[in-house]
């Protein structure tokens, strides 16, 4: 029974499987990120960019957010604010460079795409030396 599940046929349980190009099901999950209507309209609307680096950096925020128990959680990177629901890897909306308020958030975190130097400090500024 198991063995169907898998997908080996009970006759040819020593031959060898099959291998797919296609991504595990676990890989697809991980790098999907899924925006709502909502969010594509305020993309389209506001003229947000949506490069591979702030893609990369939603991926990665959403792992992090994700082991730290985050549900419903702000993603702020490079001045660009996404609300995302954690669990179903969604961005509900985003805003960018506007006084706003957040509500019925659990959790954010601040990210930059632009690297920082071994300088910097905290918050990218130079450290002084003395």
């Known amino acids: 029974m198991i063995e169907r599940v898998r997908g080996v046929a009970e006759g040819s ?3 060898s499987p099959q291998r797919s190009s296609a991504l595990p099901f676990e890989r697809v999950l991980e790098q999907e990120i899924t925006f709502s209507a909502h969010a594509r309209r305020r993309l389209e609307e506001r003229a947000i960019p949506l490069s591979r680096e702030v893609r990369e950096k939603l ?3 959403l792992r992090t957010l994700e082991a730290k128990g985050g549900r419903t959680s702000l993603i702020v990177v490079d001045g660009v604010a996404f609300v995302v629901n954690v669990p179903e890897r969604t961005v509900i909306t985003c805003v960018e460079n506007e006084n706003r308020v957040f509500t019925h958030i659990d959790s954010a975190l ?8 071994a300088e910097s400090g905290a918050c990218g500024r130079e450290v002084q030396k003395p």
């Open 13 to 15: 349980r020593n031959s």
């Open 59 to 61: 991926q990665e925020g």
């Open 110 to 117: 601040f990210m930059s795409t632009a690297g920082r130097s």
